[in-house]
């Protein structure tokens, strides 16, 4: 699929067929994207795990949800649970297991170099100890981490671009730890539920943003970036913008769906 | 800094140091007798060893091996590199002499040409 109509089709999917299963060879795309999104240090600071519906017991898919993930919990078929690894900057420095920073290997590739003013000496015996290693002494931190995010952004384009359906919510932390049996420095960012879709590829439209000029300057905080009409009406001929929600069925096609799902729905009064 | 000259500067436990980085990173091949001759004329151009112009960047921390870089005395060097490459109107010697301290851990952002 073209690149811009990915990025356009992303909805935060709601209904998915519950009895129809993701490929595994799908998760693997996803999990290849995240694996070679951009990371700082190139530090695997994003850890994940799938989870299959039908593999775990009703009590174990009870642990997961919260009351933004309950419905999905219940019809996605595929769960990754996407983390930030609070130990990952440790290992890199202490284990050097990984062509990282601390590694040398990136100078080693000729990714960093002299050109940029980088030398194994300069990594060695100046970044680590003055950049990477300060507050390695205060143990693991909480603070969610930019990399995983961007990570399961690239897988979260990657399932659309196989043609799944997927929603990111929140998953109850505790209850995963026990059902994942995940380490204590990981830290969730979050689920991202995987599917194919119950309603239709359009399902609601584009999700609506604040006005373009609302979240995006120039030069300065108060400059507002001014899009120009010809770049926009191009991104809707290629698909990035979309007719947007909601599309005129669409309080029908809710209904009909929870019908078939069995979920609670409001049949409008005679 | 009393009379230095090209058997000094090779001496120098920096210089050795940098000579032996360069040549794993690019190969035997990218180090030749100019480069010396280059370095011992920044190092009169800043009255100072080699291992000086280190010395005065990079001070010991606290647990042995690792070394702290003084950000002041590191402006004051990418400043006079940039003198010395004007005094001989060539980004090849300014670089050489950026190179020596890159590859002691000194780092040297230089601007680009445009």
């Known amino acids: ?270 | 800094m009393t009379g230095i000259d090209v058997a000094g500067v090779r001496s120098a436990e920096s210089v050795r140091r940098w000579l032996s980085s360069r040549q794993e990173l690019w190969g035997a091949r990218s180090n030749n007798e100019s480069l010396l001759e280059t370095l011992t004329r920044f190092c009169a151009f800043a009255g100072k060893t080699p291992d000086e112009m280190v010395d005065d960047c990079l001070k010991p921390g606290k647990a042995g091996e690792t070394l702290m870089l003084r950000t002041r005395a590191r402006r004051q060097y990418m400043e006079l590199v940039e003198q010395f490459e004007a005094a001989n109107a060539s980004r090849d010697d300014g670089n050489v002499a950026r190179s020596f301290l890159i590859h002691n851990g000194i780092a040297m952002n230089p601007g680009i040409l445009t």
């Not at chain 1, 951009?38 to 994003?46: K, P, Q």
């Not at chain 1, 309950?70 to 983390?83: E, R």
Request: with cysteine; hydrophobic share 40%.
């Open chain 1, 1 to 270: 699929m073209d690149f811009y109509r990915t990025v356009g089709n992303q909805r935060a999917e709601q209904y998915f067929l519950p009895w129809r299963p993701v490929e595994r060879q799908k998760v693997q795309v996803i999990l290849e994207a995240g694996r070679l999104a951009s990371r700082a240090v190139n530090t695997a600071f994003a850890k994940a795990i799938v989870a299959y519906r039908d593999s775990l017991t009703a009590a174990e898919r009870e642990k997961l949800k919260t009351p933004f993930s309950a419905v999905l919990v219940d019809t996605a078929s595929v769960y990754l649970f996407w983390y930030h690894d609070m130990d990952a900057r440790r290992v890199a420095i202490e284990e050097r297991k990984w062509p990282t920073v601390a590694s040398g290997a990136l100078v080693d590739i000729g990714a960093l170099g002299p050109p940029h003013g980088w030398s194994h000496r300069y990594v060695q015996n100046v970044v680590l100890p003055e950049v990477l290693m300060p507050g390695l002494d205060a143990g693991p931190q909480r603070g969610g981490n930019a990399d995983a995010g961007l990570a399961m952004a690239q897988g979260l384009l990657a399932a659309l671009d196989e043609g799944l359906a997927a929603c990111l919510a929140p998953f109850d932390e505790a209850g995963a730890k026990e059902v994942l049996r995940t380490p204590d420095t990981w830290e969730p960012v979050m689920g991202m539920f995987l599917g194919y879709p119950a309603d239709s590829a359009e399902a609601g439209g584009q999700e609506p943003r604040p006005p373009f000029e609302s979240m995006f300057f120039e030069q300065h905080a108060s400059e507002p970036f001014a899009r120009d009409e010809q770049v926009t009406k191009r991104l809707e001929g290629a698909g990035l913008i979309q007719r947007p929600a909601p599309v005129p069925w669409r309080e029908k096609e809710v209904r009909a769906v929870s019908r078939m799902l069995g979920l609670p729905h409001e049949e409008a009064q005679p």
